[in-house]
């Protein structure tokens, strides 16, 4: 039986492969244009108070989980409806993880969590975050990240779409050092403008 929810118990990293052996081998200095797509996204992660989006999870053997996601600068939250009632709440450097289904609660740091490379208040994509890849596509944009001090260990990699100059966040991929992959699909993201009440953030799992 899949662990109910892989990235907390395990140490998990974000992108592809390709893109964790460029971490580990060095990345070069980033081109002007690569710099201005990486400061949207850091303007992004930073502006988009009161996010909502509807989502779907892939687990490494390619089961299948759903629900919503909130999202602050600084403090994220998933709610699962499939395959049962479920919840991760990161905010303040740690993460809460509660299977109602199996009355389990999981809390840990998000120091090395793949997770905590977006969850600084606010977010600053460069010094202890490294950005190993921007990759265009048509009416597309993915950041690839890891961590300065150990870019080897894990990669962040978030795809938007990108319409008009207009980003929105569409997939958040993650991959251990195992190779082991997690990708969250995003749909109807849309964002209120208006932060979300901090009581859905807190790490209770109560709430």
Known sequence: MKPAFPFATRRLMMGGLL????????????????????????????????????????????????????????????????????KLVAAGGHLLFVDHRRESVTRMSLGRQPLGLILDQPVHLSGQI???????????????????????QGILTLGFSDMGGKLSLLVIEMTDVERQHIRLDLSNAAASGQPWPDTMFTLSASN
């Open 130 to 152: 490294l950005v190993t890849a921007v990759q265009h596509g048509v009416n597309s944009l993915q950041v690839s990240l890891a961590r300065a001090d150990s870019p080897s």
């Open 19 to 86: 893109t964790l052996l460029a971490a580990c081998a060095g990345v070069p200095e980033q081109a002007p244009d690569q710099r201005t797509d990486i400061a949207r996204v850091e303007t992004y992660l930073n502006t988009s108070h009161g996010l909502q989006a509807d989502f779907v999870q892939t687990w490494p053997d390619g089961g299948k989980g759903q629900g919503v996601l909130h999202y602050d600068p600084g403090r994220l939250r998933l709610d699962y409806t499939t395959p049962g009632a479920m």
